[in-house]
Structures are given as C-alpha cells and as structure tokens.
C-alpha cells in the first residue's frame, strides 16, 4: 500500500533566505513520518528573487511545485492559489520564515491518527512578535472572533494539519476574499490543537505593519459577516428610541406650556451627532454594496502567472 501525500503549501513573500531550508526540513519530518510529501511554494510576486530560488529547488526536486502570481495579491491569496494545487491526503499549511517549525508537523499527525481527526492547529506556547503586535493581535482576534460568531485565538493561525476534505471544502467556495482561519474555524469539523514553540524568524522580516493589519482586519470582517450592519442597525434604532423619548418630554411640556426656548449648543450637537450616524450608516452599505457587486463581476482573487513542475505533481497522483 503506498504511503500517504502529504502537501505543504507556504506562501512566499521577502524571504527567499528560508526555502532551501524549509524544503529541507520538510522532508525531515515526512521521513520520519514515514509519508510522501509535495511542497507547493508561492510566490506573491515577491520582488526580491524568491522566484528564482524557487525554480531552482524546483530542478533538483521534483516534490517541489512552483507558482508565481502575476501581482501581489496578499498571503491568504497565495494559500488559496497553493491549495488549489494539492494534491494530497493531507495538507500542511504554514509560513516559509520558519517560525512554524516543520518538525512539529510529526505531534500533529500523531494526534490526528490516534483520534481520526480532520484538524489539528499549532497554538503558539509564546510569541517572538513585539509587545505593540501581540496586543493588537490580540485585540483583533477578539474583535474578528465577536463579528464572525467564530472562535478565533491569537495563539492560532495559518499552521495546521488538514484532512483532504477540509481543503476540498474550502476549495468549493467561490468567494473573493477567503480568510483561512476564519473559514476554518467556521466550517467545524473534529478540530485539536498542539502547543508548539513560536521559533524566530530564520530570514527577512514581516510584510504586514500596523496599517496592513487594519486594512486586513477590516477586509475579513466586512467579507465574512453582516453583524457590522445589525450593529449599525441598533444604534440607529437606539438614536430613535431616545429620540421618541425626548418627543414625549416636549410634548407633555408643551401642553403644560412648560417649554422654555434653550441655546443652540444641545440642538446643534445633536444634528452633527445624528449626522455623522447617518453618513457613517450610509458609508457602511455602500462599502456592502461595493464589496457585492464585486462578488458578481466574479474576478479571481488571484491570477497565476507561472508554474514550475506541476506537470510532474499531477503524474505522481
């Protein structure tokens, strides 16, 4: 019977330092595991020559399937594209920076053999990140986790073991803008975690800063969920309410010839408050608005603009 494939898939972008050993490593653990294994490696059209080192591991491993997008559509682009090309029993998920470590891919395939199950995580024990990224990490994910109705950790990312029909799943799904861990949390399955050691970055540095994060933070919400809208939708019912309330007053008033001519200072706080509600409500839908029609024209949330032995992948299946 032969062993099972398993496909790492990493999303490439500024470190083009850390593939011959992430390649290496990887082949380590699937020895020791006792599997097969393909590497879809994928460049986010990464200006600093990760596509050359990756058409060169390429030539002396067949294992090793390149794909270069045509421009940079960001990392959860880039591990779309790749698990569109697995084909394995398994997937692996996980940074090419080596601060996922392949070795702890071996606790993850243990604990999915001994429970059958579909997933197994990474939760990070530490986290090497700067204090300021920690704490908006962790500020994001409690917001992200509230807007989604899903239950998403800091300590948890991209790094995972997958069963075969997890990643068809998540393949199935025709949407512009796919957030892996948001959709994997969502889709359920018999999930488990591995505490492993959040390593060091191995070379280059970060593509995301604080102005990426939010943009990305934003993104993923306004994609996944509609719950910013029924926020919005109480407030305004909120506003009203009170609004009614304060009517009643000045009509009971009134009536009791009670009604005393105030200064404008109330009166004009109240119509740039109500108006700044009503433009940031209008803003909302036309940013929902904007984002459906986009789901309608249909483009690909990412382009392919070379590959590098995928003919080989497919003659092995």
Known sequence: MPNELVSFVSPVYKCRDCLIKLVEEIETVCAEIGVDYEVILVDDNCPHGS????????????????MKLSRNFGQH???EAGLGQTKGDWVVVLDCDLQDQ????????????AGNIDIVLAKRETRT?????????????KILSSLTGTRISADIANFGLYRRRVIDVFNSWH????????????????????????????????????????????????SFSDRPLWIMSAIGSGIAAAAFFVTLIVLVRALFGDVIVQGWTSLMLSIWFLGGVNIAAAGLLGIYLGRTLREAKGRPGFIIARTTNTAKADARV
């Not at 596509?51 to 294992?63: G, K, P, Q």
């Open 175 to 222: 949407e512009e803008q796919k957030y892996f861990p948001v959709m994997i949390q969502w889709m359920g399955f018999d999930q488990r975690t591995v505490t492993v050691k959040h390593s060091d970055r191995f070379a280059g540095k970060s593509a995301y800063n604080f102005r990426n994060l939010l943009t990305l933070g934003a993104r993923v919400i306004l």
């Open 51 to 66: 596509w050359e080192t990756i058409v060169e591991l390429a030539a002396t491993n067949d294992r090793v399937i390149g």
């Open 129 to 141: 990140d700067a204090l300021h990224r920690r704490a908006f990490s962790f500020l994001f994910y």
């Open 102 to 113: 392949p070795f702890n891919v071996k606790a993850m395939w243990d604990v999915a053999q």
């Open 77 to 79: 682009s880039a591990i």
